[in-house]
T-cell receptor, first 116, second 115 residues
Framework: AQSVTQLGSHVSVSEGALVLLRCNYS??????LFWYVQYPNQGLQLLLK????ATLVKGINGFEAEFKKSETSFHLTKPSAHMSDAAEYFC??????????????WGLGTSLAVNP | ETGVTQSPTHLIKTRGQQVTLRCSSQ?????VSWYQQALGQGPQFIFQ???????GRGNFPPRFSGLQFPNYSSELNVNALELDDSALYLC??????????????FGPGTRLTVT
């Protein structure tokens, strides 16, 4: 069975500092991996996804993530935090072997606070 | 092009009642997925509809049911509401079923409170 673990339910950084949000997955086959962002009172928005092409994936708003099979990780980074990055971030996984039933399995989320 | 919309925004129901939540998918999208997001939790997959047929279901009891209409809008019905059903219900539409190929576009959600 697939699962996702997000280390750290709350992360606080200063404006301009590096953002690092951690995600580890469990899957018997190389998975598809996603990062979503949820702003208060809004729906989820896709930041980036890994689908077995390049292991370093660039997304929107300056975010990127690196797929590391040996570490079963897909951590999200941004070199310099902006106040507008404050939101809830979710890592999700789906299986290439699930045929058309490729549901997303979600982590519990990490709340990112950006301090001035 | 309008995005995914959901109605109502908020809803308060009493335990044992039934509720219907609605979702209008983005133009051209034939796939709708429903998720339950409890407070402080990640979304949990309820089910997905593709071209009016159920295409996968999560670990939810049969009292959670759905429909997809010819215009690809969708409903989520929950019977015999329980207190634990209180959550944000999210709808997402996409151009197809494969999550790695087609981005899911989420609506703002319906906040259901069961008292």
């Amino acid at each position: 069975a697939q699962s996702v673990t997000q280390l750290g339910s709350h992360v606080s950084v200063s404006e301009g500092a590096l953002v690092l949000l951690r995600c580890n997955y469990s899957s018997s086959v190389p998975p598809y991996l996603f990062w979503y962002v949820q702003y208060p009172n809004q729906g989820l928005q896709l930041l980036l996804k890994y689908t077995s092409a390049a292991t370093l994936v660039k997304g929107i708003n300056g975010f990127e993530a690196e797929f590391k099979k040996s570490e079963t990780s897909f951590h999200l980074t941004k070199p310099s935090a902006h106040m507008s990055d404050a939101a809830e971030y979710f890592c999700a996984v789906s299986s290439p072997n699930a045929g058309n039933n490729r549901k997303l399995i979600w982590g519990l989320g990490t709340s990112l606070a950006v301090n001035p | 092009e309008t995005g995914v919309t959901q109605s109502p925004t908020h809803l308060i129901k009493t335990r044992g009642q039934q509720v219907t939540l609605r979702c209008s998918s983005q133009s051209g999208h034939n796939t709708v997925s429903w998720y339950q997001q409890a407070l402080g939790q990640g979304p949990q997959f309820i089910f997905q509809y593709y071209r009016e047929e159920e295409n996968g279901r999560g670990n939810f009891p049969p009292r959670f049911s759905g429909l997809q209409f010819p215009n690809y809008s969708s409903e989520l019905n929950v019977n015999a509401l329980e207190l634990d059903d209180s959550a944000l219900y999210l709808c997402a539409s996409s151009l197809g079923r494969q999550t790695e190929l087609y981005e899911q576009y989420f609506g703002p959600g319906t906040r259901l409170t069961v008292t």
